[in-house]
């Protein structure tokens, strides 16, 4: 069949990054193409280009045979393709129905005017066609996280067009909401258009997907029937090499537990979290996107306030207030969002390398140059950071030279126990194989590693222990040994509904307030 | 295996690539942003002080060239702190009412037969005060700066317009008016100007060499990130708008004591001049970049332009609009840069990676 | 179906309105009881014709705080463009009165299109750009006018009736600030750039990546904004029959005012123009209130940055408050 969309030799530069170099791909109707790639592979980069968010700086797209070039999203639209993005792109304070039809409103063809009732009847069928109860005149922020993706793949159905992209459509859904999304998928398979379907799980892909593009650092690395090929085969194609070189967890001796959690809780985020760790231990935390790992890992670090629960360090229990007492205690924490949180953009390498230890560098409030000079060259050096100086602005560096930097400053401030929350999302797979190495070593120098990460493979690699979160509680805990890919993914999807059940019993029994917003909301 | 080889090699072929990059780029930013922006500034200087040396006879003359420094001292007390707001990312439009509230706070004091120590002490502690119900406001409740300053623009001023009306205190002591009016022993520097002097190189040391001033330029380039790194950046910004509130007060002493009055209106639209000055001395208004001694060339620049322009003859008003483009203008220049900057690199990239 | 009612119902009577209504209704008590004379049909006409000015510069400042900006130089339109409005009608009495506002119209729209042009092509930040052209356009009026003022009796008399008229019983301001109104809540309801508006103001990158340009909306508010400060200058110089250098000096103020208390989130993306209008009314009944309760109008500005903090208080506080309880529903 002829192909509705074909992508040949893209080249799309950033200032300081080659996102794109020389990619492929051929799209026809009827099909499910899985888009694959670990992160920074450019598949986002390649989806905003498809969509017309970003321009290409050289190579062609053909639709239906006739070059084409998005100028801007809209043109993306009325050629009829649709995205579902992966970061949040809604509008919180406006209506499913205007979220949903935000960008080509339904119009009265004689006065011009944005026609309200069309809308809302369409987003109400809409909705029903996809199982979904949810009134059109709801405001999205009172939508819950999977709710809140289920209007955004309703958005993209609703401009009926001939190819829909879904960038990680399952990451947030549950296993019954995910069931849901095939049949939606299907659907859309039989009606003739074409799905570009990225994911990072291999069982989804297994599943729904016909037919593959593998991309790799920017470059088009190969493309096949799915039902031609093997897991392993694609995993190969991704990384470039076989998964035991890419997580080379040293055997490490397990010394005397440093931290318990006991019952931890934050309202809204997380409940009833309690675990410990030892010296030399990498605890793996795995879950969804939205379990709560993250939000748990920044209440330990002090960042975020909690509503119960403790913490005890050497069976102590310590203040949980800010992120410097946590440091004091030997606490560190490389956070999600590199970008935003882990690294100051605008300052230099020496200057993000003190900047945790700013106060210990200097005499009464008052910097010394020296120490700083020497606290920067004791740990960039050994972090292997490639740049012309160490003066050189964060922002020009690459990824992986960034989160080296990260991990720079925190192993600086020597701590006992290390929390790293996704620590190789977005980085290239050689920096990846070193950072690593490098928590493996630092395990077996005997110190506390906590892990959360949303790569399965990661997780069972480099832990000692695997602990898996759901809906904001930890829905099961996996020894080394015994820790098995399909055990861990449905204690992440798929204990969920049960589990509701139970909370809404508590609630009702003891809060009158949400109980009365419920009602408001229906 | 060899697939592994190639990869890296790759890998070390594009961290050389983007090392070119980098030095380029550092290079560019320390010509553009710090030296270019300073130099360019100080030519400018330069070639204004020549420019009414030609123009006017009264200009380039000692006495007068001290005494202009009565016309300008204030507001250059007032940028101090400012750059530390603008420079992590707040914004403060209400200092000029601040200095209403405490000129209306001294003058009632006076009129009660307080002394000069006193009124300063007042002056200072309700300029800081004022600065602290910014800061609770901003940091406590989490408000934007501009929505709050903008409202304790009214709040403030308003007070000293509810109890003064159209009336205004001009019985200050004796012991006052040296704040505003008196010189460095016997020679021509007014004290003014050396209090500016003074507190320039405070907060100069205090920006540049010291824990805090680091933690501002972090919280500037991202608060997210500064929180992350330990830093309290609500305590930080709280602080920084109390600091605000005490160089007004500062500023309110010397203006009472130099021009002898207040009414409800003084000092009014000196916010937008402050900002000017600052934003003019290179501090980016979205925080994180710029250096104190470029503002204090800006203050000198814009100084002497408008004590230029008097002796020309140009009325206040056309200052004022001069003041209000050259705010845009300093602006404008660094954005157009920055648009340029980043095609040419852009450019450099495809001509290195064919 | 209990769903459907309740969620349409809430739609129709937004909790700020509701509120709103209630408080103005507390306060012309308040004041009634303290005065008697002053809940009368005449002298809520005036107040709603001392108001209209307000609500209609409001209304622009709506929008642009709604894109999640600021407009600071309203006031300094509304001088400027009235200057010159009124010495064109003292230069030039035989040009028709409604020429002569328009004139002083496009004349906001241009200063509009000024900061439009600095804010979206310029990318200086609202709050910089218009606290510059602030100073700028007052500082443009004292040039124009040579520091003169133009006086009631300099002007004509169909240039003062442009509000003081009256066309079925209602003076001709306030058939302005409806039709101000009625068009502008149609903008923002039913057209696509309007809703494009809160779409910028709500979530920047998702309205980039559904095709909206940021720059043109950026653009058109502050058109928009200068548009009906134009518009009020003219109609505030024929209303008070003088054209002074100091016009609607601190009347940003209030425009964000009106705004804040109709709630509308100083951060942009939500509000809605009704909320804005009954600000905007609140505060004309304060403004008229003061005297009634023998408060100096000294009292004005002190009242009003009160008045601001007060209710950017109440919204951030309702704000937290539903966001807490949102995070008890959600997981517990």
């Known amino acids: 069949m002829d192909p509705i969309l074909e992508v040949k030799d893209i080249t799309k530069y950033f200032p300081g990054i080659k996102a794109l170099d020389g990619v492929h791909l051929c799209i026809r109707p009827g099909e499910v193409h899985a888009l694959i790639g670990e992160n920074g592979a450019g598949k986002s980069t390649l989806v905003k280009i498809l969509t017309g968010v970003y321009s290409i700086t050289s190579g062609q797209v053909f639709l239906d045979n006739r070059p084409i070039e998005f100028r801007n999203a809209i043109e993306a639209q009325e050629a009829g393709i649709a995205a ?41 069928e809409l909705l029903k066609k996809m199982d979904l109860a949810i009134h059109p005149d709801t405001l999205v922020k009172n939508l819950g996280v999977a709710q809140r993706h ?156 909690h509503s119960a629960g403790q913490v005890l360090l050497d069976g102590k229990p310590i203040a949980l207030t800010s992120p410097k007492k946590a440091m004091q205690q030997g606490i560190a924490f490389v956070p999600e969002d590199r970008q935003m949180q882990g690294i100051v953009l605008g300052l230099s390498i020496a200057k993000n390398i003190t900047l945790p230890q700013i106060d210990a560098v200097s005499r009464a409030g008052v910097l010394n140059a020296g120490r700083e000079r020497s ?44 929390i790293l929350d996704e620590p190789t999302k977005g980085i290239d797979v050689a920096t990846k194989a070193a950072v690593h190495k490098l928590v493996s070593d630092l395990a077996a120098d005997g110190i506390a590693v906590i892990m959360v990460s949303s790569e399965l493979p990661e997780v069972l690699g480099m832990s000692d222990r695997i602990f898996v979160m759901s809906e904001g509680r930890i829905t099961a805990e996996f020894a080394r040994a015994e820790a098995d890919s399909d055990e861990i993914m449905k204690a992440a999807t798929g204990h969920s509904i049960q589990q509701r059940e139970t909370n809404e019993g508590e609630m009702e029994a003891g809060m009158m307030e949400a109980v009365m917003m419920e009602e408001e909301k229906g | 295996m060899s697939d592994l080889h190639d990869l890296q090699n790759r890998k070390t072929g594009l961290v050389q690539g983007s090392r070119l990059v980098d030095e380029s780029s550092l290079r560019e930013r320390l010509i553009l942003l710090f030296t270019k922006w300073e130099v360019l500034l100080s030519l400018l200087f330069v070639f204004e002080i020549v ?30 702190p400012m750059i530390f707001i603008i420079m992590s990312g707040d914004i403060d439009i209400s200092v000029a009412s601040i200095i209403s509230l405490a000129s209306f706070a001294m003058g009632n004091a006076a009129a009660g037969g307080a002394d000069g120590a006193v009124l300063v002490l007042i002056g200072l502690a309700v300029g800081l005060g004022a600065g602290m119900f910014n800061g609770f406001f901003v940091t406590r409740l989490g408000m934007p700066a501009i929505a709050v300053t903008l409202a304790t623009q009214s709040l403030f001023r308003g007070i000293s317009q509810a109890v003064l009306e159209d009336q205004a205190y001009t019985k200050y002591p004796e012991s006052f008016s040296f704040f505003g009016q008196g010189y460095i022993g016997n020679t ?103 250096t104190l001694p470029g503002v204090v060339v800006a203050i000198l620049l814009l100084g002497y332009l408008k004590f230029g322009m008097g002796l020309m003859n140009y009325s206040a008003k056309v200052m004022v609009i001069t003041t209000g483009i050259l705010l845009l203008v300093a602006v404008l220049i660094p954005n157009f840069l920055d648009m340029v900057k980043a095609n040419r690199k852009l450019k450099m990239q495809q001509a290195l990676n064919p | 179906m209990h769903t459907n009612r309740t969620a349409a119902v809430k739609n129709i009577l937004r909790k700020r309105e509701v509120s709103l209504l209630v408080l103005i209704g507390v306060l012309l008590l308040a004041v009634t009881l303290r005065a008697p004379g002053f809940a009368t049909g005449q002298n809520a006409s005036r107040i709603i014709n001392d108001t209209s000015i307000l609500i209609m510069v409001s209304i622009g400042q709506f929008f642009v705080i709604l894109a999640g900006g600021i407009d600071l130089s309203v006031g300094s339109i509304i001088a400027f463009s009235g200057m010159a409005a009124s010495m064109l009608n003292q230069a030039q009495p035989g040009i028709p009165a409604f020429v002569v506002l328009l004139v002083g119209t496009v004349i906001g729209v241009l200063l509009g299109m000024l900061n439009g042009t600095l804010v ?22 004292f040039v124009l006018s040579k520091g003169q003022w133009v006086t009631a009796h300099e002007m004509t008399q169909s240039y003062m009736n442009l509000p003081h008229g009256n066309f079925l019983g209602v003076s001709n301001l306030i058939w302005w600030g409806v039709l101000v109104s009625a068009v502008m809540l149609t903008l923002s309801s039913y057209t696509k750039s309007g809703r494009e508006i809160y779409a910028i103001g709500g979530n920047r990158t998702a309205a980039k990546f559904v095709g909206v340009s940021e720059k043109k909306i950026q653009f058109m508010i502050f058109t928009i904004s200068g548009l009906l400060s134009g518009l009020s200058g003219v109609m505030w110089t024929a209303r008070y029959a003088a054209a002074v250098n100091e016009t609607a000096s601190g009347f940003e103020l209030q425009t964000v005012a009106a705004c804040v208390i109709g709630g509308v989130s100083i951060a942009g993306g939500s509000g809605a123009i009704p909320g804005v209008i009954l600000g905007a009314l609140f505060l004309g009944i304060i403004n008229n209130a003061l005297p009634v309760i023998n ?38």
Not at chain 3, 125 to 137: E, N
């Open chain 1, 84 to 124: 579902i993005h992966q970061e949040a792109s809604m509008f919180p304070e406006l209506s499913v129905t205007e979220n949903i039809y935000m960008g080509h409103h339904l119009r009265n063809s004689k006065t011009g005017m944005i026609d309200w009732k069309s809308m809302k009847s369409s987003t109400r």
């Open chain 1, 150 to 305: 289920m209007v955004e793949i309703a958005k993209a159905l609703s401009l009926d067009a001939r190819v829909v992209i879904m960038d990680e459509p399952t990451s947030a859904l549950t296993l019954r909401e995910v069931e849901d999304l095939y049949k939606i998928v299907r659907q859309l398979k039989k009606a003739g258009k074409a799905i570009i379907f990225i994911s990072h799980k291999f069982d989804e892909i297994f599943e729904i997907c016909d037919y593959f593009t593998v991309l790799r650092d920017g470059k088009y690395i190969g493309e096949g029937n799915v039902a031609d090929t093997t897991v392993n085969n694609i995993i190969r194609m991704m990384v470039g090499r076989s998964l035991d070189q890419l997580f080379p967890k040293a055997e490490a001796e397990v010394g005397k537990r440093v931290l318990e959690v006991r019952g931890l809780s934050q309202i809204g985020y997380f409940k009833d979290i309690s675990f410990t760790l030892n010296q030399g231990e990498i605890l793996g935390f795995f879950g969804l996107v939205g379990a709560g790992r993250s939000e748990l890992m920044r209440t330990i670090f002090g960042i975020d306030p």
């Open chain 1, 375 to 418: 606290l920067t060259e004791e740990y960039g050096t050994a972090m292997e950071i490639r740049a012309a100086g160490w003066q050189v602005d964060a922002d020009t560096l690459s990824g992986g030279n960034q989160q080296k930097v990260v991990l720079a400053k925190w192993l600086a401030t020597r701590p006992r126990i290390l």
């Open chain 2, 51 to 80: 420019l009414f040396t030609n123009l006017s006879p009264y200009f380039f003359d000692y006495f007068n060239l001290m005494n202009a420094a009565f016309t300008f001292s204030e507001k250059a007390v007032m940028a101090l």
């Open chain 2, 188 to 290: 021509v520097i007014p004290f003014e100007l050396l209090i500016f002097a003074v507190l320039a190189l405070l907060m100069g040391f205090i920006l540049h060499k010291t824990t805090y001033g680091r933690k501002v330029y972090a919280i500037g380039n991202s608060k997210e990130a500064a929180r992350f790194s330990g830093i309290a950046v609500d305590r930080i910004r709280f602080i920084n708008f109390a600091l605000n509130g005490l160089f007004s007060g500062i500023a309110a002493v010397m203006l009472t004591s130099r021009i002898g009055s207040t009414r409800p209106n003084i000092a009014l639209g000196w916010d937008m001049e402050v900002i000017t000055l600052v934003v003019l001395g290179g501090v980016s208004i979205s925080g994180g970049k710029g």
């Open chain 3, 120 to 141: 979206a092509f310029g990318k200086v930040p609202a709050i910089i750009t218009t606290l510059g052209t602030m100073s700028i356009f007052r500082g443009m009026t």
């Open chain 3, 295 to 332: 408060l100096s109008p000294f009292y004005q500005m002190f009242i009003q940055g009160f008045i601001v903090l007060f209710a950017m208080l109440i919204n951030t506080l309702s704000a937290r408050h539903n966001e807490k309880m949102l995070l008890n529903r959600r997981r517990q």
